[in-house]
């Protein structure tokens, strides 16, 4: 009997151990602790310095609850026993004020945190931000480069070491915009728009997601951070505007329509002041 | 969709909106999954139905449960709901989890849509009409018997609280057999929810259940707290009053200030769907920051409106299973009321990612980590009440400590969320999904497990099966951990939350540890089923009659198990708090009176039955435009109300000498009862009197 439990115990230990050994950590290369741009790893730091500071929260509960439940267990006749004790001041003081100074603490740091990471906040650089507006429609993201008068479907380019402005709006129900190696998520909604700061540090293909449910397709409606040097950037634009495809009218319905991309599509030119189009479109429509 | 089929009288009802049709017609894993539920709604109704009549039992349900104004009765058919909810939605959370498990780099057997249907309908039974009841039902059970009060200040309105609750929770089920639910998720975000993105049934399903809950909880809110105001026995001043009794009156203030926003959302999210309103559109000038706005307004008081009876759950079991007085009573009470007081300044930090200024982020993150602060407190207060105590590891007591460890750990990510930098990584991710189910799983779900094991004997008679339970609490804690520790990573990697197929092949370990889990929490229910079957099998060599199986401290362990319809033969007068637990050890608890009187009590009522069928019905017929149906079941309530307002005879007596013989009774089985010591509690030895030192 002992011994097939310590066996069941082994195996249950084994079964939850597996994952961690079979590429649990696979998993986490795709989170803001791989992170590839100074706003994720800023939010990476912030994260460690507050889970230091939780170790000192949590532990005291985590070791107290189960020594004292232990130690004045009912079979345990050794110990004092005080029915009717129920209140101390020492221990009240010690239960009220650590916590009350710890978020004192915290709060300061939250302070600057915030300030400093603020998504509308433009990252600190010498060259201007590449503009890049995004529209959120179901159920795929259309990223136009108002600059450079490209857009593309499902894929957004930027250079390495360059900061990229993003404009957010929805041509549709409300989303959400997470490219978690990069930076946190934001809220793109119709009619309005949002904005959102971002910097890659090194070269990669980075995910990039919608975080708000939008029905059917939602799943499907991810897409890649390409991060090139700039000459790859450069080659890039070029690439997208030698394509000789661009978001006409005729495309434009077909992107707009209710449908997942399945692959990423790319545009040699956009009509002038089509996010400002796209922003106020829906909000024209009186069925929604 | 096909044609309706007969407009006029069945609104937008075809044939089509049921899913044996459907399945019939196009028979995938997907559609069958949907048969099946149904089908299984529909047997079960027939089921019960057919049992019914064969034990005759008709008039007993009528006269007995359905109709009586007994807040014990009440309390009890609410926990029922709740037990019949929780089922479902954990048979829905096993299909979510295993579709996820299932469906990496590929669609799995359950439809995008109907994926969708099972997290919105998952997330809204667990809150409206899984915690809700269950809370509900514990406070009208305890709190008049821990006042010492013989019933609350409105029983007809709180029948009515009932039969609302459980209209909202039948619409849920009839959701299942004819049409389909919302994909809008638990709360139901516009525009994603309005007409011109989802025309079908399923949002109006939603909004009318929702409704029905909320003013169910509203009612429910003033019903206790002027029951607290108003009907504590004498001597019972708010500084004796038991910790669920206060947690309680907490509860009922949020609930009377928080659920008319989500009232107003609702009805808001109706005119624009119903009548072309624009709150909420895109179009219009209809703004959907206002929904968000006003639905967390209720959504975050709503967080401590289920936990906060479960703190007072955990003070009542720590200290009797400590055998020691609560430590720190009124910094406990003080930690309470300030915990009420914060939980409605912290609701934007639902959606720091909309975009408002740092500053305001900054505020509603520090007033967020405020609470945590009383809510630790709180913590320490049950661990100094184990300390110099002799702890009895009961199966209340382990869910309270599973509890303290567990939830510590869901405040940790709750101070991670409260930093809107870090919010902005995890928003909306599973490890969003993860933080809450921490908890709400150990801090209503275990609260409520515990309270239902601690207090059963005295509602029923008996005590439950004690082996069982603890399998069944071993279950529910390992499978949470399971279950939602593998979300908080699959977050922080970025994982989405509501996602229907997995694109990333990296979260495969993950979401099979989670599935895992999945199955142990279903196998911990399972359990708990299996103990209340055991129970009621071995209930002779169980009972507690004198009604004191615990060595409990409060009012409601002075009385028999169960209770008497009017709760106390006279009246109690108290001198201090858990002034029955020191009665057995100064005086004699258990002296008879001097004499016996007649006592007042209400008298059974058709009228919450009437107007909780009908309020059902005019939910089915606005999901349905049958607008017949709507106008006749809103003029069946408006003109019961009516009717009910002229009646005179609303009470009935029970003679002094009903009373003395059932007094009396009780009192024999007290004197004949073996008084036992703790250590033997949980053997059959254990008849409900408690031997004490003096």
């Known amino acids: ?127 201007p931000p590449i503009e890049v507006q995004v529209v959120a429609l179901d159920w795929k993201w259309l990223f136009i480069y108002p600059d450079e008068h490209v857009a593309a479907v499902n894929q957004l380019a930027i250079p390495v070491g360059r900061a990229v402005h993003l404009s957010l709006t929805s041509g549709t129900v409300m989303q959400s915009l997470l490219i978690p190696q990069l930076a946190g998520q934001i809220y793109a909604m119709a009619g309005m728009r949002t904005h959102l700061h971002l910097a890659a540090s090194r070269p990669g293909v980075f995910r990039g997601e919608n975080t708000q449910f939008n029905g059917g397709g939602f799943h499907e409606q991810t897409f890649d951070v390409i991060a090139l040097q700039p000459p790859g950037y450069r080659r890039w634009l070029t690439r997208v505007r030698a394509a000789r495809h661009p978001l006409d009218s005729r495309a434009l319905a077909r992107v707009t329509s209710r449908s997942v991309a399945p692959r990423p599509d790319f545009f040699s030119s956009v009509p002038p002041g089509l996010f400002e189009h796209l922003m106020t479109a829906s909000t024209q429509d009186h069925a929604r | 969709m096909s044609a309706p089929v007969w407009p006029a009288l069945l609104g937008r009802f075809a044939w089509d909106s049921l899913p044996f049709v459907r399945a019939w017609q196009n028979p995938t894993i997907n559609e069958l999954i949907g048969a099946g539920a149904a089908a299984m709604v529909v047997v079960g109704v ?82 409206f009409f899984m915690a809700m009841p269950f809370l509900t039902g514990l406070i009208n059970y305890l709190v008049p018997l821990q006042i010492g009060a013989r019933d609350v200040a409105f029983p007809l309105l709180n029948a009515i609280g009932l039969w609302l609750t459980g209209a909202g929770a039948a619409l849920m089920m009839v959701s299942l057999v004819i049409g389909r639910f919302s994909t809008g998720g638990w709360s139901g975000y516009p525009p994603f929810t309005e007409i011109g993105f989802n025309p079908g049934v399923g949002p109006d399903y939603w909004i009318w259940a929702v409704t029905l809950g909320s003013i169910a909880s509203t009612l429910t809110g003033i019903n206790i707290a002027v029951t607290i105001y108003k009907m504590r026995c004498p001597g019972m001043t ?164 599973a509890f303290m460890m567990t939830f510590v750990l869901g405040g940790l990510t709750g101070i991670i969320l409260a930093f809107p930098p870090l919010d902005y990584v995890v928003h909306n991710t599973l490890f969003l999904v993860a933080h809450f189910h921490n908890m709400l799983i150990p801090g209503t779900l275990y609260g409520m497990l515990a309270a239902y094991t601690f207090w059963f004997p005295k509602a029923f008679g008996f005590r ?49 540890v989670a599935e895992i889990g999945a199955l142990v929490l279903f196998f911990a229910f ?40 009017y709760n106390f033969a006279r009246r ?33 009522s058709a009228v ?44 009935r007596i029970i003679p002094a000498r009903a009373v003395e013989r059932t007094e009396r009774g009780w009192l024999e089985a007290v004197a004949k009862a073996r008084p036992i010591p703790r250590e033997i509690e949980t053997s059959p030895a254990n008849q409900g009197v408690a031997l004490v030192t003096r």
């Open chain 1, 1 to 127: 009997m002992d011994r097939e439990r310590r066996i069941l115990n082994r195996a249950a230990a084994l079964l939850v151990a597996l994952p961690l050994l079979l590429g649990g950590c696979a998993a986490l290369k795709l989170g803001v602790m791989n992170h590839a741009g100074p706003v994720a790893a800023d939010e990476w730091h912030v994260y460690l310095i507050l889970a230091v500071v939780l170790i000192f929260v949590a532990g005291p509960v985590l070791l107290l609850v189960p020594l004292i439940a232990y130690h004045y267990r009912i079979s345990n006749k050794g110990d004092a026993f005080r029915p009717d004790w129920g209140f101390s001041w020492p221990l009240e003081i010690l239960i009220w004020l650590p916590p009350i100074g710890i978020v004192i603490g915290l709060s300061v740091l939250l302070w600057s945190a915030t300030h400093r990471l603020d998504p509308y906040r433009p990252l600190p650089a010498n060259l």
């Open chain 2, 46 to 127: 027939v089921f019960v139905v057919l049992l019914l009549t064969r034990l005759d039992r008709w008039r007993w349900l009528w006269s007995k449960w359905l109709t009586s104004l007994d807040h014990k009765k009440i309390g009890i058919l609410y926990v029922v709901i709740a037990l019949v909810m929780l089922a479902r939605a954990l048979v829905e959370a096993n299909l979510m989890r295993l579709q996820q498990a299932v469906a990496i780099g590929n669609p799995g057997f359950v439809a995008p849509e109907h994926f969708a249907e099972l997290f919105s309908t998952h997330g809204s039974i667990m809150i």
């Open chain 2, 238 to 401: 708010l500084m004796r009053m038991p910790l669920f009794a206060w947690t309680s009156l907490c509860t009922a203030i949020l609930m009377i200030f928080a659920m008319p926003p989500l009232t107003i959302a609702t009805a808001l999210l109706a005119l624009d769907r119903y009548l072309g309103f624009h709150f909420f559109t895109n179009a219009l000038g209809g703004n959907m920051m206002n929904y968000a706005n006003l639905f967390w307004m209720f959504g975050h008081p709503e967080v401590y409106i289920v936990v906060l009876p479960a703190f007072g759950i955990y003070s009542e079991v720590v200290s009797t299973f400590s055998s020691k007085e609560l430590y720190g009573y009124t910094s406990l009470v003080i930690a309470t009321m300030a915990i009420a007081v914060l939980s409605f300044t912290v609701w934007l930090h639902h959606f720091f990612t909309m975009g408002q200024s740092p500053s305001i982020n900054a505020a509603f993150g520090i007033a967020t980590m405020t609470i945590g602060v009383p809510t630790g407190v709180k913590i320490y207060n049950w661990i100094w009440t184990m300390f110099r105590g002799e702890v009895r590891f009961t199966t209340p007591m382990w869910y309270a400590l």
């Open chain 2, 464 to 512: 439950l099966n004690e082996r069982w339970g603890r399998i069944s609490c071993a279950c529910w804690v390992l499978g949470f951990y399971l279950a939602f520790m593998p979300l908080y990573v699959l977050g922080a990697a970025g994982m989405a939350r509501r996602t229907q197929a997995v694109m990333e092949t990296a979260y495969r370990p993950w979401l099979y």
């Open chain 2, 526 to 565: 399972a359990a708990l089923i299996v103990q209340l079957w055991v129970s009621i099998r071995q209930r002779d060599a169980n009972r507690v009659f004198p009604g004191d199986p615990w060595d409990g401290r409060g009012l409601e362990w002075s009385t028999s198990a169960p209770p008497p319809e």
């Open chain 2, 572 to 604: 109690p007068v108290v001198d201090q708090p858990h002034w029955f637990f020191d009665a057995k050890r100064k005086e004699a608890p258990y002296a008879p009176p001097a004499e016996y009187h007649d006592i007042e009590m209400p008298r059974n």
């Open chain 2, 608 to 651: 919450a039955p009437i107007i909780g069928i009908a309020s059902g019905a005019v939910g089915f017929a606005l999901v349905w435009h049958i607008w017949w149906l709507a106008i006749l079941g809103m003029l069946v309530v408006i003109g019961t109300v009516i009717a009910r307002s002229f009646v005179r005879d609303t009470h």
